[in-house]
C-alpha cells in the first residue's frame, strides 16, 4: 500500500539547510512510473545543486539525488507492461525525461534534448522514499543485481562507460583517470579495465592510493605531492609519451588546465566533471602539433544505461561503497565538500 507522506531530504532555498522531514507522495502522470526508493547513491553533482555552482537554475524546493533504485509501485495510465511492469527493479538517473521526438532524441542523444528533466535539479529526485520518473526512461534493473551496489552505476557508471567510448581509447591502450578516488573515478576505472584497457589513477590522499589499487590501477599520481603532474603521468606510461586517453572527473578546476599537455599526441581529453565557474584550457601550440582532441561527454542515452547495467550484471563492475540512512544526508556532504570520500556513499531510504 502507497502511504500518503513519506520522508524526503528538502531545500528549501539554494545552500540549503537540508530538511529530513515529512511531505506529501505524489501521483504519478500518464506516462510516468512512482518507484519507492530503496538506495540512493550521493553524486558530487547533487552538492552543485545545492550550492548553486551552475548556471542553470534549480526548482525550489527541492529534493536532490538522480542515482535511484526502487520498486515500481504505480504507473500512469499509458504505461503499458512493455514499458514498465509494477513489481519491476529500475533504476532512476539524472535524465529523468526526454521529449523522445526532438532531432537530439530521433538520434539516441536523449542527454541532449532542449526539454529534457533532470532528476533533482528541474525535478524532484531519490532522496525520498517515493519518487517520480518517465516510464520509457528507467533503467530495468536485470534480475539478481542488488540494489544498494547497482545505484551508483546508474549515474556514475553509465557516465564513465560513456565517456570512456567517446574517448576512443582501445584495448590494450592507457587512460588516465583524474579525480580516480572519487565515485565517478573508481567506476572509470572499473569500466577501463573491463574494457581492456590500462589505467593510470591521479587524485591525492592514501585512503585514495589504496581504492585505486584495488582498483587496478597501474600507476597513482598524489596531485597533492607531485611537483610536476605532467612528467609524472607521462612517465607513467611504457614509453613515455602519455595517456592515449584522459577523463577528467575531478570536481575542481585546475587539472582541465593541465590535461592537454599531458595526454599523448593523437590523443582525446575527455571532460567530464563540472567544477564550479571552470574553464577548459590547452596550449594552441603544443595541441595542434600533437593533434590531440577535446571531447566533453554528458551522463549517456538509454543504451549507454542498458551497456553500463549489463557489464555490472556479469560481473564485471566492483562498486566500491558506504551506506548511510537517509537521514545521514549532511553528513555525506560534508565529507564530499572536504573531499574525504573515496568511492560512493549509497543512502539506504527508510522502508
Ligand atoms: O555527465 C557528466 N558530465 C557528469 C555526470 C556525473 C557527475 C559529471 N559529473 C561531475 C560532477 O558534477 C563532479 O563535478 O563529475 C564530477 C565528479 O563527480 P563525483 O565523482 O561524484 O565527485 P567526487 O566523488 O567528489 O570525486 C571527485 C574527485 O576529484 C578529486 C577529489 O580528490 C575527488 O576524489 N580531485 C579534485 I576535487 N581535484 C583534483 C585534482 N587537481 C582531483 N583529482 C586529481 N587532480
Ligand atoms: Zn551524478
Known amino acids: 500500500k502507497i502511504p500518503s507522506e513519506q520522508w524526503a531530504q528538502v531545500i528549501d532555498k539554494v545552500g540549503g539547510p537540508l530538511q529530513y522531514k515529512k511531505i506529501p507522495v505524489a501521483k504519478p502522470g500518464p506516462e510516468e512510473v512512482l518507484v519507492n526508493v530503496k538506495y540512493s547513491g550521493v553524486c558530487h553533482t547533487d552538492l552543485h545543486a545545492l550550492?548553486?555552482?551552475?548556471?542553470?537554475?534549480?526548482?525550489?524546493?527541492?529534493?536532490?539525488?538522480?542515482?535511484g533504485a526502487g520498486i515500481v509501485v504505480a504507473r500512469g495510465e499509458l504505461v503499458t507492461d512493455d514499458i514498465c511492469k509494477i513489481?519491476?527493479?529500475?533504476?532512476?538517473?539524472?535524465?529523468?525525461?526526454?521529449?523522445?521526438?526532438?532531432?537530439?532524441?530521433?538520434?539516441?542523444?536523449?542527454?541532449l534534448c532542449p526539454n529534457a528533466k533532470l532528476s533533482g535539479y528541474t525535478v524532484d529526485g531519490t532522496f525520498q522514499q517515493?519518487?517520480?520518473?518517465?516510464?520509457?526512461?528507467?533503467?530495468?534493473?536485470?534480475?539478481?543485481?542488488?540494489?544498494?551496489?547497482?545505484?551508483?552505476?546508474?549515474?556514475?557508471?553509465?557516465?564513465?562507460?560513456?565517456g570512456l567510448?567517446?574517448?576512443?581509447?582501445?584495448?590494450?591502450?592507457?587512460?588516465?583517470?583524474?579525480?580516480?578516488?572519487?565515485?565517478?573515478?573508481?567506476?572509470?576505472?572499473?569500466?577501463?579495465?573491463?574494457?581492456?584497457?590500462?589505467?593510470?589513477?591521479?587524485?591525492?590522499?592514501?585512503?585514495?592510493?589504496?581504492?585505486?589499487?584495488?582498483m587496478g590501477s597501474q600507476a597513482f599520481i598524489d596531485f597533492a605531492k607531485s611537483s610536476d603532474i605532467?612528467?609524472?603521468?607521462?612517465?607513467?606510461?611504457?614509453?613515455?609519451?602519455?595517456?592515449?586517453?584522459?577523463?577528467?572527473?575531478?570536481?575542481?578546476?585546475k587539472p582541465f588546465q593541465q590535461a592537454a599537455e599531458y595526454v599523448r599526441p593523437r590523443g582525446t581529453v575527455v571532460v567530464i566533471g563540472l567544477p564550479a565557474k571552470a574553464f577548459i584550457r590547452a596550449p594552441v601550440f603544443e595541441s595542434v602539433v600533437k593533434m590531440i582532441r577535446i571531447q566533453c561527454s554528458y551522463v549517456g542515452n538509454r543504451q549507454d544505461g542498458v551497456e553500463a547495467l549489463d557489464f555490472f550484471a556479469r560481473g564485471l563492475i566492483k562498486v566500491p561503497f558506504k551506506t548511510v540512512e537517509l537521514k545521514d544526508l549532511p553528513k555525506v556532504y560534508d565529507l564530499m565538500h572536504q573531499g574525504q570520500i573515496a568511492g560512493r556513499y549509497v543512502l539506504k531510504i527508510p522502508d
Open 51 to 67: 550550492n548553486g555552482d551552475w548556471p542553470l537554475d534549480v526548482k525550489l524546493p527541492l529534493i536532490g539525488g538522480h542515482e
Open 87 to 111: 513489481g519491476e527493479a529500475v533504476g532512476i538517473k539524472w535524465l529523468n525525461d526526454s521529449c523522445l521526438s526532438c532531432t537530439f532524441c530521433q538520434q539516441a542523444d536523449e542527454p
Open 130 to 162: 517515493y519518487a517520480i520518473a518517465s516510464a520509457r526512461h528507467v533503467s530495468h534493473i536485470p534480475e539478481g543485481v542488488p540494489l544498494d551496489e547497482i545505484a551508483p552505476v546508474l549515474c556514475a557508471g553509465i557516465t564513465v562507460y560513456k
Open 165 to 214: 567510448k567517446e574517448s576512443g581509447a582501445r584495448p590494450g591502450q592507457t587512460v588516465g583517470i583524474v579525480g580516480a578516488g572519487g565515485g565517478l573515478g573508481a567506476l572509470a576505472q572499473q569500466y577501463a579495465k573491463a574494457m581492456g584497457l590500462h589505467t593510470i589513477a591521479i587524485d591525492t590522499g592514501d585512503d585514495k592510493k589504496k581504492l585505486c589499487e584495488e
Open 230 to 253: 605532467t612528467k609524472d603521468v607521462k612517465a607513467a606510461t611504457k614509453d613515455g609519451l602519455g595517456p592515449h586517453a584522459v577523463l577528467l572527473v575531478a570536481a575542481s578546476e
